[in-house]
């Protein structure tokens, strides 16, 4: 199984900061990761998939990046509607996994 | 509207069944996978299992093989999750989710329900 490790887990930013986390494969995915932002009490949303592409809807602030087992997510300025808990998630191989979770929390 | 929307959720005793289902409108249910994912409370999400458009395939996670089941009915656009042997860690809300596949492969979850409530407790 591919264990997907995020860093850090837990993250105190500011309105206004470049906030980057980063999720790391235990092996090669060929890109197939995505990232998804989730608020207390509601369901997961989809921000970026195949690593680096951009779902419809997403703010420009959100990118992504990354290939092989290093991925990052990169908020280039945070706004108070982005904190929240963000995953990674492998599609490459069943079983499909997910990281640990990053919180970002306001400063 | 696109949407999904779960039901099926409840309180049930340690050794018990429970079957959750999820309706989706909005979209052409029988051309997508379909999917399953948990969330203990306080805790990540861990996806459970999946299903290919034409129910073909099949897949689990380790932590549900052999105790639960995912189904579906194109023809009233309609997942299932059939839960037998309930364990109290599978507490958890699950919601269903749409596989994408905007690169030509499933490579994302792009539409996902508000999720139900599962408690094992006696």
């Known amino acids: 199984d591919i264990q997907l490790t995020q860093s850090p887990s837990f993250l105190s930013a500011s309105v206004g900061d470049r906030v980057t986390i980063t999720c790391r494969a235990s092996?090669?995915?060929?890109?197939?990761l995505a990232w998804y932002q989730q608020k207390p009490g509601k369901a997961p949303n989809l921000l970026i998939y195949v690593a680096s592409t951009l779902q419809s809807g997403v703010p420009s602030r959100f990118s992504g990046s990354g290939s092989g087992t290093e991925f990052t997510l990169t908020i280039s300025s945070l706004q108070p509607e982005d904190f929240a808990t963000y995953y990674c998630q492998q599609l490459n191989s069943f079983p499909l996994t997910f990281g640990g979770g990053t919180k970002v929390e306001i400063k | 509207e696109v949407q999904v929307l779960e039901s099926g959720g409840g309180l049930v005793q340690p050794g018990g069944s429970l079957r959750l289902s999820c309706a989706a409108s909005?979209?052409?249910?029988?051309?997508?996978?379909m999917t399953w994912v948990r969330q203990a409370p306080g805790k990540g999400l861990e996806w459970v299992s999946a299903i290919s458009a034409s129910a073909e395939n099949t897949h689990y996670a380790d932590s549900v093989e052999g105790r639960f089941t995912i189904s579906r009915d194109n023809s009233k656009n309609t997942l299932f999750l059939q839960m037998n042997s309930l364990r109290a860690e599978d507490t958890a809300v699950y919601y269903c989710?749409?596989?994408?596949?905007?690169?030509?492969?499933?490579?994302?979850?792009?539409?996902w329900g508000q999720g139900t409530m599962v408690s094992v407790s006696s």
């Open positions: 909005g979209f052409t249910f029988h051309n997508y996978g």
């Open positions: 092996q090669g995915i060929s890109g197939y």
């Open positions: 989710a749409k596989l994408s596949y905007y690169s030509g492969r499933r490579d994302a979850f792009d539409l």
